[in-house]
């Protein structure tokens, strides 16, 4: 029994470190699909934010400070987006495509040209974010590994429900998705719409470049080329089976969290080959989209290009 509540324990540990980034991601990018503007970029804006988080960590010596730096870099890489797609009228995709070109090409450019190596130096414990009840509870158990977690694991379920509330309870939240549904309509109304989308875009690369330094600075201690592995595209795709709502996107994203805490689990037991194992976070996400993205309602005005009238 003990061993049972302990592997529990560890499961939800796992998927407690896996949850993050994806959900701050698909938070990020429910803000931006929802005003009309498709944003396949974020697996760059998690890149760059990634290697800010760990460069900036190296520097300040504060895992805060290097976290929320982490989420600006993602902001300003999609800015350039917001400006190429909403001002010019660029095919969105074919943006967000390049983007995830330009994140993780300008990040392994920056790192050789700082660090001399496409790795950036491992990050000291006291340069991480903190965790949640350090040192309180017993290492190894239940209670250890449930509570003894990165700060932010806790932190982004809070942000989820500051989603929701902005999403449907304001002001903001109805222009938001009232331009992502009639963008013509809502101008003859007096909304900037351009201005709703653009504050939009920068949020989502804000949180997945928040996303993005969260892996670096928690996850793993350092920034590598390959460190985000696809994370942008799942959280992409709990976007779509989680209906384009904030509060769907934080149940796909748990869903596919534990899928990577089970990873993470039977890995451990060296019973699966590790290369099989790997695939089962991106064979749920592949099985979720085939059964529910018919269901999804997207946007009316999601991708199409709005220019205002003269």
Not at 77 to 86: D, F, K, S
Not at 275 to 297: D, K, Q, W
Request: with cysteine.
């Amino acid at each position: 029994m003990d061993g049972l509540i302990s592997n529990l324990g560890l499961l939800i540990n796992a998927t407690l470190v896996a949850t993050p980034p994806l959900l701050l991601a698909a938070l990020g990018s429910c803000f931006s699909e929802r005003s009309g503007v498709i944003n396949l970029g974020i697996e760059g804006m998690m890149t760059i934010g990634a290697f800010s988080g760990a460069a900036i960590g190296l520097v300040v010596g504060n895992g805060w400070i290097a976290w929320l730096c982490g989420g600006l870099a993602g902001g300003l890489m999609a800015l350039i987006h917001a400006v190429v797609c909403i001002q010019f009228h660029a095919d969105q995709t074919i943006a967000g495509t390049a983007i995830n070109f330009i994140g993780p090409g300008l990040a392994l450019f920056l790192s050789k040209a700082i660090f001399g190596s496409s790795d950036t130096p491992p990050l000291e414990t006291a340069y991480k974010l903190p965790r949640l009840f350090e040192g309180v509870f017993e290492s190894g158990s239940f209670l250890g590994n449930v509570l003894n977690v990165y700060s932010v694991a806790y932190l982004v379920f809070i942000f989820s429900g500051i989603a929701v509330f902005v999403f449907y309870k304001t002001k903001f939240g109805t222009h938001l998705r009232a331009v992502g549904e009639h963008p013509e309509a809502c101008e003859s109304l007096g909304i900037n719409v351009y201005l709703v989308r653009y504050i939009c875009v920068v949020i989502s690369g804000f949180m997945a470049g928040l996303g993005g330094a969260f892996v670096t600075l928690a996850t793993i201690n350092q920034f590598r080329p390959n460190v985000i592995v696809g994370q942008g595209f799942i959280a992409i795709a709990a976007v779509i089976f989680g209906k384009f709502s904030p509060g769907g996107a934080m149940k796909a994203c748990l869903l596919f969290g534990f899928c990577s805490g089970v990873k993470s689990i039977i890995t451990m037991s060296n019973i699966v080959s590790p290369n099989l194992i790997s695939m089962i976070p991106y064979v749920v996400t592949l099985a979720a989209l085939i059964l529910f993205v018919g269901r999804a309602h997207t946007p009316a005005a999601n991708g199409k290009i709005f220019e205002r009238s003269k």
